[in-house]
Structures are given as C-alpha cells and as structure tokens.
C-alpha cells in the first residue's frame, strides 16, 4: 500500500507537470500557484509522515530479515518512498525520516552481534538513501522546484530570513517573492514559538487553556504539539504528553527486546521507531 500511495502520488505530479490532473494533489499549499503531493491524505504533512513510516518499516524489515529473503522488495520500497518524500513539500517529513533513521542506525549498533549481515545490509540501506539524495537535490530539485514554483526549493524550505539574505531569482509569474515567503515560513515559526515561552511564564504549572493564544497569534496554534501543550496545560500538559511520546517508542522497543529471535518481532521494533 505503501508503495502504491507514493507511486500514484509520483505519477500524479508528473502528469500534472504536463498538463492532465488526475487527482491526490494540493494546489495552493505554499502559494498561490503551488502543488503538493496529497494522495488520500488531507494535509500534505500527514502524507510525509506516512511516507516517512512506511520507509522506516521497509528498513527494519530488510535489516532483520533473514539473508536472501525479499532483500530487493524491502530495498526498492524504501527506494520509492524516500523518493517521494520531497515532493510533500514539507519539513516535518524530512525530519521523521532522519529522526526515525538515526534511531534504526543506534539499534542496529547496539545490538550488531544479533544481526547477521548488519555490515552489508547498512551498506546498501546507505547507497539507496545516497541514491535518493542525489536524485533530490538534482533532478527532482528541478521538478519540484518548477511545478512548486519554489527556486531552490529543497534549500530554502529550511532557511529563516534572517540567517540568510533574500536571493533575487527569475520566476515566471512571481520573481523571488516566493522564496522570500519561503523563509519567511520558518522564520514566523521560530518567532511564535519564542513568543510562546515568553507567555508560558505568566501560567507556568497548569497553562492558559485550549488554544487560548488566540489574542498572540492566528486561533492561537502555535506550530508544534509540543509548545501547544507547554503554554495551553503548562508543565504540567507537557509532560503528559513527553510522556505519551516516550512510551509510543519504549513499550514496543521493550516488546522487541522481549521476542527479538522471532523474525514477527520486527513489527515492534518497526512501531516503535514509526512513532519516533
């Protein structure tokens, strides 16, 4: 299913590019004239996530899986999904992939001795994602870039004003606007969340209530679960909800710990660093 949703979605912007709509696309999600990989999902962000999930699972699966057993499956599906990460056109998918990433690397190193293969396998797990990469920051730069209407796309999604200076680029229709507008997208997050620790004080065991920053800023949501719990519950919230992120990973790794020499087992350690 995986495999399908990001290859339909790959399909769909490619068309697209050509001029035929055949659905699973956002239009307007950075821009007015901007497009975004959708699928079946409402929010591209949503998408990103999943497809940072289902590449994680394949990673697991192949690193556990016994030599020779569907290696190129899991391989060519991790493949395709980290290839349609970017054409979310969104940060928090690129962040699930190297959070989960580096959590699979520090389990395979700590428990290396069980792995049979773990050299080879994390070799080519390397070469895949080497592959991805180049692709993204060459070819697929350029596609997304144009359909987007975002130069440099890939760059300056993660650059605030601030720490980097306005480049004037020539794009139809929008001159360097958009990427100015770019930065300005991390640039409004950083500013909101500073001004959230800066109100938090005023409440800061038990919060101001439910989306009541509605007077700071727009219906009072402040770009991240984890600043929303600090300043609406306060400490308090917070920590329940740390909490709540803690556990989604500690039961099903300790799961994995428990039965780890049954091949099954790989499904708990894959949920476990799916909700990392």
């Known amino acids: 299913l995986g495999i399908a949703q990001a290859l339909y979605c790959l399909t769909a912007l490619i068309l697209y590019y050509f001029g035929y709509v055949i659905g699973g696309l956002q ?13 079946t999902f409402w929010e591209a962000n949503l998408l990103g996530a999943y497809l940072a999930l289902i590449a994680l699972f394949f990673t697991v699966r192949y690193v556990l899986a016994p030599e020779g057993q569907r290696g190129g499956t899991y391989l060519l599906g991790l493949f395709i999904t980290s290839l349609a990460l970017p054409l979310t056109v969104t940060r928090s998918a690129a962040l699930a992939l190297a959070l989960g990433m580096s959590a699979t690397a520090l389990i395979v ?3 290396r001795r069980e792995i049979h293969g773990w050299r080879r396998k ?41 720490l980097a200076p306005a480049i004037e680029v020539d794009v139809p229709t929008t001159g360097g606007a958009v990427t100015q507008a770019s930065r300005g997208s991390m640039e409004g997050r950083l500013d909101a969340w500073w001004r959230a620790m800066e109100y938090w004080w005023e409440r800061p065991i038990f919060g101001h209530g439910t989306l009541a920053g509605g007077n700071v800023i727009r219906e009072g949501w402040w770009y991240s679960s984890l600043v929303q719990a600090l300043y609406d519950t306060g400490l308090l919230g917070f920590l329940v909800l740390l909490w709540i992120h803690v556990g989604a990973v500690f039961y099903p790794v300790r799961a994995w710990l428990r039965t780890r020499r049954n091949p099954m087992s790989a499904k708990f350690l894959g949920f476990g660093l799916g909700n990392a």
């Open 27 to 39: 239009i307007g999600h950075l821009s007015e004239a901007s497009v975004a990989i959708e699928g």
């Open 109 to 111: 190193c700590a428990y």
């Open 122 to 162: 994390a070799g080519r797990i390397v070469v895949v994602l080497g592959c991805v990469l180049l692709l993204t920051v060459t070819v697929m730069n350029a596609l997304v870039s144009t359909i987007s209407r975002y130069p440099n796309l890939l760059l300056e999604r993660w650059i605030p004003i601030s």
